[in-house]
């Protein structure tokens, strides 16, 4: 008599969200507005100094609040995400948001300015983390999940490239008013179809808020992005931004120990206990110190030392987020197919290689824009592949219930790194630049302007007019080119030692595409 084989159940196939593509459009369209308006400034500021007379100090305040706003309140929003609601909390942002670009528009005076780029940076830090956080929670599957964060960072760089592109054809025609104004009938829109198709996420915490840890997470990375930023503008020879770190290290690690006593913490400190979320984080850290300093230093390179209008040089920045976007789109392909250590480290040696081939191509000719196109278009390239690997491997390191930490986290490195690699490698090539300026036939306040940066430099060339002008913006400029490609060696150096890091203690059998099972 035939005995029929038992088999065991089979286990339930977890069904996927039908909705979850619109989802990814949905969020995909609010990144691409936070990441285009981090850029889009530098294209409409010119004609707003020329309208609104800011002094100084207030154009240092119109351009950096936004970013320090943004990187105070990260950690904050992101603990406020989880406890309150990710679709809640990313929808008030985005109300913020459309109230802080009518606020800027209608702006007659600096301080108005400076009051709507503070609020909007309270919105994008809002969002920001809420867009990670429930990519995480409808992609259930491991390997879709890793296409939606490529996308995901395929529009945060194409989206801070578009800036000085879509702001410079709005600028030119409609003023500098027109940069705020593109903001709002895409946050409505982003809040309508939001509310309608966005599903709500949080985590089951108990417990009351943690408004000490608030308070010392906002001052914490309030003193240290003010402080990095404020050593890229004066130099390691200011006190201001030593006294900003100092306070930075001290309210941090009062938060940090806070954090590791509470039973539930604002923000989940022991998630750097995981090597592969640490690493992961110090790639995307170490990634945008370069992509940073690349991107401010080539700008100034293409419009001083090569005399192109903003928009015209963000037009000649394209390889970079062109190569970004392409391999963003294959990393996920390339991570199921291979060790997530190997495409990362790949990704990383590809970065150093663009960084460094300037100043290899130095050594034997004159670089000019085919020479700095070719380096933008591999570090693209190397940027899209590590960032994608890195903030995959970062998120599926995570537990559900601190996912909003993470993203924090990850948005928090993408912020510093960027304002990290424009401190110390712009600092670095300022120093070179006033280094390899030769004997000047100027005296008093125009050869400290020209030796001060290479900006200032442009400016007096342009005042004295005629040859004595021309030859002074070819010195300068040449300085200037010799000064960038030692600054971009130096970033090369650290992304590279970040490859190694990522060889080294990644997991060799680390899959974030595969589902646990």
Not at 407 to 428: D, F, H, K, N, R
Not at 491 to 497: A, E, K
Request: charged share 10%.
């Amino acid at each position: 008599m035939h005995t029929p084989v038992s088999r065991p159940p089979a286990e339930p196939i977890e069904e996927l969200d039908p909705g979850r593509w619109i989802v990814l459009a949905i969020l995909s369209g609010s990144l691409l507005l936070i990441a285009m308006d981090t850029t889009i400034l530098n294209v409409a500021f010119p004609s707003l100094v020329a309208d609104l007379q800011p002094g100084s100090v207030e154009q240092l305040w119109i351009i950096d609040v936004y970013a320090l706003a943004l990187s105070g309140l990260l950690v904050t929003a992101g603990g406020l995400g989880d406890r309150w609601g990710r679709k809640r909390l990313l929808l008030v942002g985005f109300g913020i948001f459309t109230l802080a670009s009518l606020l800027a528009m209608l702006s007659t005076e600096a301080w108005h300015v400076i009051a709507a780029r503070a609020l909007l940076g309270v919105g994008g830090a809002a969002i920001m983390p809420s867009t990670l956080s429930i990519l995480r929670d409808v992609f259930t599957d491991a390997r879709e999940r890793a296409l939606a964060y490529a996308v995901w960072a395929a529009v945060l760089g194409g989206g801070m490239a578009l800036g000085p592109i879509i702001g410079g054809l709005l600028v030119e025609d409609h003023g500098w008013q027109s940069a705020f104004l593109l903001n709002v009938p895409v946050a409505l829109l982003v809040i309508g179809f939001g509310a309608w198709f966005l599903p709500e996420s949080r985590s089951p915490r108990t417990g009351a808020w943690d408004w000490w840890g608030v308070g010392q997470s906002v001052v914490g990375m309030l003193a240290l992005a003010g402080g990095i930023k404020q050593l890229g503008k004066s130099g390691v020879g200011d006190p201001l931004p030593w006294v900003l770190l100092a306070l930075a290290a001290v309210a941090l690690t009062v938060f940090v120990r806070r954090q590791l006593r509470l039973e539930v913490p604002l923000l989940q400190v022991r998630l750097f206990r995981n090597w592969s979320f640490s690493l992961a984080a110090a790639a995307i850290f170490l990634a945008m110190v370069g992509m940073g300093a690349v991107l401010f230093l080539v700008t100034q390179w293409f419009q001083y030392a090569q005399g192109y209008s903003p928009l015209e040089a963000g037009v000649r920045l394209l390889p970079a987020p062109l190569g970004l976007i392409t391999t963003s789109m294959i990393a996920p392909a390339l991570m199921h197919r291979f060790p997530i250590r190997h495409v990362l480290g790949v990704g990383l040696v590809a970065m150093a290689v663009g960084l460094a081939l300037p100043w290899v191509v130095q050594r034997f000719a004159e670089v000019g824009y085919p020479a700095f196109a070719v380096a933008l278009a591999v570090l693209g390239l190397g940027v899209g592949v590590a960032t994608t690997v890195a903030s995959v491997t970062l998120m599926a390191a995570s537990p559900t219930s601190d996912v909003g930490g993470a993203a924090a986290i990850e948005e928090t490195c993408y912020e510093l790194g960027a304002a990290m690699g424009v401190a110390i490698l712009g600092s670095l090539a300022t120093a070179l630049y006033s280094g390899n300026l030769p004997t000047l036939d100027l005296e008093g306040p125009s050869a400290a302007k020209v030796r001060d940066s290479v900006g200032e430099a442009a400016h007096v060339a342009q005042e004295m007019g005629g040859p004595a002008g021309k030859a002074l913006l070819d010195t300068v400029s040449h300085a200037y080119s010799t000064a960038v490609t030692p600054a971009f060696l130096v970033g090369s150096g650290l992304v590279l030692v970040a490859a190694a890091m990522v060889w080294a203690w990644i997991p060799r059998d680390l899959r974030p595409t595969e589902n646990a099972h």
